[in-house]
């Protein structure tokens, strides 16, 4: 059997999962998570900035020498927005090749879309078309709208979680006046972007993935750690979402950290992610959302083994 790794580099985590493969078959053998934060400061910069680069570098350099432990090859790194949108974007891909010995391939949003989508169909395959994946990131949010299989029609806009928490959040609870600008230019950015190819394509589900909306899941669930089998398939409410921004809203930073099912790194950008999450299902139409615990680096390898 072959082993296999992804590297998610994203604008605020970085996700990694060592495969091993039989034919179109896999399972995993190493799955890991860490809050970097590489988008932090490059909204009012304009470039990402030095230490988060430093950290995210340390925590690459880590996952690589650990799938090289486990014999994994290759091993194939992707950035998203916060890489994608930078200026030393290249730069910093460069860097990391240097470090590593392994290329980082810089998706475009629409790559983005389409991966993460396979890992989708993939894992639930069940879904009936057509349906829109939405895809909450730190940098940049993605809607694709999947039929007979494919995407048929994609957006990717860049409006994620980390600029959104620097303008808009601080360690105390929700200031629900600046919450309220937040949201109103959420829903005006959804409103203008989210084409109606997308918005009025008569889908069926919505399917939710990534850090937002699995935090919100566990949450929802009650579990007393994240639990990716229990979240994988969550159906989420509307209504359970507005629930817990007052739950949450009413939480300091420092409590809301202590919840047990959340990530380290999460807590600050939980809001302005449930912000996103609401506005999406308005915009779509929706009162609820099928969440996905597998994204990106499950997509990854699916493509890594169709193409060998």
Same mark, same amino acid.
Do not use: K
């Given at each position: ?56 570098? *340390?925590?690459? %350099?880590? $996952? #690589?020498?650990?799938? !090289? @432990?486990?014999? &994994? /090859? ?63 990131? *730190?940098?940049? %949010?993605? $809607? #694709?709208?999947?039929? !007979? @299989?494919?995407? &048929? /029609? ?155």
């Amino acid at each position: 059997m072959r082993r296999l790794a992804t590297i998610d580099l994203g604008t605020n985590t970085v996700r990694l999962l060592v495969a091993e493969a039989q034919g179109q078959a896999w399972r995993p053998l190493l799955e890991s998570q860490r809050v970097t934060r590489l988008g932090q400061g490059q909204a009012a910069a304009g470039r990402l900035c030095e230490a988060p680069m430093d950290r995210t570098l *340390g925590v690459l %350099t880590d $996952f #690589v020498a650990a799938a !090289e @432990g486990l014999g &994994a /090859a290759p091993i194939r790194i992707v950035a998203t927005s916060a890489v994608r949108e930078a200026p030393n974007g290249a730069d910093f891909a460069a860097r990391v090749r240097a470090a590593t010995g392994h290329a980082v391939e810089i998706l475009s949003g629409e790559d983005e879309a389409r991966l993460t989508l396979l890992a989708v169909r993939r894992s639930l395959p069940w879904i009936p078309e057509p349906f829109v994946l939405l895809d909450i990131g *730190g940098g940049s %949010t993605e $809607f #694709v709208l999947c039929s !007979e @299989g494919r995407p &048929a /029609a994609a957006v990717s806009l860049t409006l994620g979680v980390v600029p959104l928490t620097e303008e808009f959040m601080d360690a105390g609870a929700v200031d629900w006046t600046r919450l309220a600008v937040m949201r109103r230019r959420i829903q005006e950015r959804l409103a203008r972007e989210v084409p109606a190819a997308i918005a009025a394509a008569g889908a069926r589900t919505l399917v939710g993935t990534a850090g937002t909306v699995t935090a919100l899941a566990a949450l929802d669930l009650g579990l007393a750690a994240y639990d990716a089998d229990r979240v994988h398939g969550h159906r989420l409410t509307r209504a359970a979402v507005e629930a817990l921004l007052a739950r949450l809203g009413g939480l300091t930073l420092e409590e809301r950290s202590r919840l047990p099912c959340l990530e380290p790194g999460r807590a600050d950008v939980l809001i302005p992610g449930i912000a996103l999450c609401l506005a999406a299902v308005d915009r779509l139409g929706f009162d609820s959302l099928l969440v996905s615990d597998r994204g990106l680096r499950e997509g990854i390898l699916c493509e890594m083994l169709a193409l060998s």
